[in-house]
């Protein structure tokens, strides 16, 4: 039976959550284009820059891709070589690790854990002779490495190469604001948001 107290903290930890959930705003920007016949013939041409600046881009990161790719297979490739070789130290730090334990018969020796067996006094450990053994633990390698997943790395360096922002928003603001028209930036609730009047 589960004790008062730990369910009360657990409905304590919830409401807790649930009252940590408030409004979540963003940035959110309007264009209000100009008013005036020639204005609006200006900004008709702005998604023509825009597409152009993307196409540019596109063609760009393509070709970043291409000139990155021997690269990224040979950082792949140094990482599983560096895998392979941690992996085969582990597999001699593991060697001979974990419980282990002798049997035998006969005369074990002349002393066993700093005693001498003929002082032990054990029936295990008879002068002359009988079943001994010998329980020991070795040591403790840890987890053994993890491989790497190889076309995840080449995609991972192939998207720090040429990760880029080609300024293309920059570009169609400039000409959305050179027509006449006008951007306004407003902080909007997008979530949680309180009701009117509250």
């Known amino acids: 039976m589960k004790q008062p107290w730990v369910y009360w903290s657990l409905l304590a930890t919830q409401l807790a959550l649930v009252g940590c959930a408030g409004p979540r705003y963003q940035t959110v920007f309007h264009y209000d284009p100009p008013a005036d016949p020639q204005g609006r013939a200006c900004v008709e041409r702005c998604p023509r820059v825009l597409q152009a600046c993307q196409d540019r881009c596109r063609v760009s990161h393509q070709a970043c891709l291409v000139d990155a790719e021997p690269a990224a297979q040979a950082h792949a490739d140094r990482l599983v070589d560096r895998y392979e070789a941690d992996?085969?130290?582990?597999?001699?730090?593991?060697?001979?690790?974990?419980?282990?334990?002798?049997?035998?018969?006969?005369?074990?020796?002349?002393?066993?854990?700093?005693?001498?067996?003929?002082?032990?006094?054990?029936?295990?450990?008879?002068?002359?002779?009988?079943?001994?053994?010998?329980?020991?633990?070795?040591?403790?390698?840890?987890?053994?490495?993890?491989?790497?997943?190889?076309?995840?790395?080449?995609?991972?360096?192939?998207?720090?190469?040429?990760?880029?922002?080609?300024?293309?928003?920059?570009?169609?603001?400039?000409?959305?604001?050179?027509?006449g028209g006008r951007k306004t930036v407003e902080w909007e609730c997008v979530a949680n948001c309180p009701r009117a009047g509250d």
């Open 87 to 179: 992996l085969s130290r582990y597999r001699s730090a593991a060697w001979g690790c974990g419980p282990t334990i002798g049997l035998g018969w006969g005369y074990y020796g002349g002393h066993h854990h700093g005693h001498d067996l003929w002082s032990v006094g054990s029936s295990w450990y008879l002068p002359w002779g009988g079943p001994w053994y010998d329980p020991w633990y070795g040591c403790y390698a840890g987890p053994p490495p993890r491989a790497p997943d190889r076309a995840e790395e080449v995609r991972r360096y192939l998207w720090r190469a040429c990760a880029q922002d080609c300024g293309c928003q920059l570009e169609y603001d400039g000409c959305f604001l050179a027509c």
